[in-house]
């Protein structure tokens, strides 16, 4: 079945630890990839998206993606967590060619330890 | 600009009761989205507009209608509020055009359905 899967629920990190956030998808052909993060009681905010190209990705806030087609895989990494990072964080597809609708993966909890 | 904005912010309903969730865009944007999110299953698309004058179904559209009332709003109205209805609704609009760029979020309705 089609699907997106971020695989951890919820993740602690010390401020200034390194953080990488998994996020794996199952399409026939590699769908359009999105990471979005929502801080409480807010709406979602774009950190970035790859479509092609360079398969590395640079967002907002200091986050980077890097895209392996072997693996399916989308995963979100920052090199040193900030105490404002905690937030949820969801990663995305756009199907290729289903328009612009996107299919959420169930979202990381990010909690960020003084 | 306010880009995304959604009315009301909270909004109790008893089962049975009808309402409706506003939405409206000042992005010049063609195509609008209702979300609705659920702790654990990330977000699920209800209905979109593609652009004025289109409405299509999203993943779970079932007890919900929506009107493109013109290229600004986007409204979606629950006829007969259910328990299972209960949960934080977002509004997201975008160009539309190809390959598919930025949603952009509205801060969310959260509704409780008694």
């Known amino acids: 079945a089609q699907s997106v899967t971020q695989p951890d629920i919820h993740i602690t990190v010390s401020e200034g630890a390194s953080l990488e956030l998994r996020c794996n998808y199952s399409?026939?052909?590699?769908?359009?990839l999105f990471w979005y993060v929502q801080s409480p009681g807010q709406g979602l905010q774009l950190l970035l998206k790859y479509f092609s190209g360079d398969t590395l990705v640079q967002g907002i806030k200091g986050f980077e993606a890097e895209f392996k087609r072997s693996q399916s895989s989308f995963n979100l990494r920052k090199p040193s967590v900030h105490w404002s990072d905690a937030a949820e964080y969801f990663c995305?597809?756009?199907?290729?060619?289903?328009?612009?609708?996107?299919?959420f993966g169930q979202g990381t909890e990010l909690s960020v330890k003084p | 600009n306010a880009g995304v904005t959604q009315t009301p912010k909270f909004q109790v309903l008893k089962t049975g009761q009808s309402m409706t969730l506003q939405c409206a865009q000042d992005m010049n944007h063609n195509s609008m989205y209702w979300y609705r999110q659920d702790p654990g299953m990330g977000l699920r698309l209800i209905y979109y507009s593609a652009s004025e004058g289109t409405t299509d179904k999203g993943e779970v559209p079932n007890g919900y209608n929506v009107s493109r009332l013109n290229k600004r709003e986007f409204s979606l109205r629950l006829e007969s509020a259910a328990p299972s209805q209960t949960s934080v609704y977002f509004c997201?609009?975008?160009?539309?055009?190809?390959?598919?760029?930025?949603?952009?979020f509205g801060p969310g309705t959260r509704l409780t359905v008694l």
């Open positions: 997201a609009t975008n160009s539309g055009h190809a390959p598919p760029d930025t949603q952009y």
């Open positions: 399409y026939g052909a590699t769908p359009y």
């Open positions: 995305a597809v756009v199907p290729y060619n289903q328009g612009g609708k996107l299919i």
